[in-house]
């Protein structure tokens, strides 16, 4: 390995911990693969071809004018293939980390069938669909865990941890979102031991670890790595990412791999760095104003806040988006799949397991079978008790 690769990142949209920032309801996370010297080639072009003179070049200030939004698309055009950026609904990133943190230490030993059944996905879109359906209720439940994951106390989050759920009737229903409440409720001390662990573990993190920037920076840098070139790294200063980038070694070692692995995750991982990340002025990087005006553009895109005539950047956007963003998809709130009706059927009986004490693991592939076998036949109850089905 010989060959050495610039990578610049910036991100739009930073609200840190706080995902339920009303004003800003998107982040977005850029890196480009242009080095600085290149950059400002590039940058001083647009600035004749368009008329630009405004000392640093910033997406929010480029996207207000007609001129402005020709120099960006002809910016993105000019790197294209040699970017790529993440785009996150704050609000879907929190409830995704409901499941990270409430199911995750319930089964972490031995979590892997649940992502391969895309259950992370089902109590997600579901917790997201409830603060729809349930506003004030729901409402309350995720402004609780948030606050709960900024300081790990579980006295932050009572409607979790202390409000068990009133019991069905023999005909009643259950939303899913419920059966979630009534897991963490059941399992509340498992998992308030385990998510407690973060103190020791990496201590300096626990303010942040609702922060987007940090899983971006990760999932870049596994991107630009499969180059299987040296990446030399630059991002915009960041108090979160100056706080977990040491931890970011690419290697068996590192943190976020093991867990994805740990989730079945069997594609390749992992990246050599030329030396640490490096935490800069975008006053003095040509290539960090490229990533946030990449990164600013999709902000706007998914806030709605492009002008008409903006195609060639919207095009820009969608043809480098990652896959691993994070948006609403309700394929998977859809209870005529046969993926999203079994897991509603797992997720009650969890619920159920988790009320009465019961190990969770305990058959837990053989139920998933059977309740597909249900699902097939046409049995499926939405509250159907699987807990106690015997393989």
């Known amino acids: 390995m010989t060959d050495i690769l610039d990578i610049a990142c910036d991100e739009s ?75 996150h609904d704050k609000l879907m990133s929190l409830c995704a980390n409901l499941f990270e943190f409430i199911y995750e230490p319930v089964f972490k ?58 019991p069905l009737s023999d005909a009643g229903t259950e939303h899913p979102f419920e059966s979630v409440l009534r897991f963490a409720y059941g399992y509340r001390d498992i998992i308030i031991k385990d998510n407690a662990n973060l103190r020791t573990m990496v201590p300096a993190s626990v303010p942040w670890t609702l922060d987007l920037s940090t899983t971006c920076l990760w999932a870049h840098l596994n991107h630009w790595g499969r180059t299987g070139k040296l990446l030399s790294v630059l991002c915009d200063d960041s108090k979160p990412l100056r706080v977990s980038a040491d931890s970011m070694t690419g290697d068996a070692d590192d943190p976020g791999i093991r867990r994805a692995r740990q989730q079945g995750h069997r594609g390749p ?9 490096a935490f800069v002025d975008s006053k003095q990087h040509p290539s960090i104003q490229l990533a946030d005006i990449i990164a600013g553009s999709a902000v706007a895109c998914f806030s709605r806040r492009l002008q008409a005539g903006s195609d060639a950047i919207v095009e820009g956007i969608v043809e480098h988006s990652m896959g691993q963003s994070i948006l609403p ?63």
């Open 13 to 87: 949209g930073f609200t840190g911990p706080d995902l339920l920032a009303k004003d800003q309801r998107y982040f977005a996370f850029a890196s480009v693969a242009v080095a600085d010297a290149e950059a400002a080639s590039l940058i001083a072009k647009a600035r004749a071809d368009h008329s630009i003179t405004m000392p640093e070049l910033k997406a929010s200030k480029l996207l207000g004018s007609s001129r402005g939004r020709k120099a960006v698309a002809a910016l993105m055009q000019a790197c294209k293939g040699r970017y790529v950026l993440s785009i």
């Open 109 to 166: 030993h031995n979590p892997w069938l649940l992502y391969q059944k895309n259950m992370h996905r089902f109590v997600s879109m579901f917790t997201y669909v409830w603060l729809s359906e349930h506003e004030n209720e729901a409402r309350r439940a995720v402004t609780e865990f948030q606050r709960y994951m900024r300081s790990l106390d579980p006295a932050d989050a009572p409607f979790l941890f202390d409000t068990p759920r009133p």
């Open 269 to 277: 991982l992992g990246w050599k760095l030329l030396q640490p990340v």
């Open 329 to 391: 998809d309700y394929d998977h709130v859809n209870l005529a799949n046969r993926e999203v009706a079994v897991n509603a059927v797992i997720a009650y009986g969890l619920a159920t397991r988790a009320e009465r004490g019961k190990n969770p693991d305990a058959f837990l592939a053989e139920l998933y079978r059977q309740a597909e076998i249900s699902w097939v036949k046409g049995e499926y109850n939405p509250v159907r008790e699987a807990s106690d089905k015997k393989p």
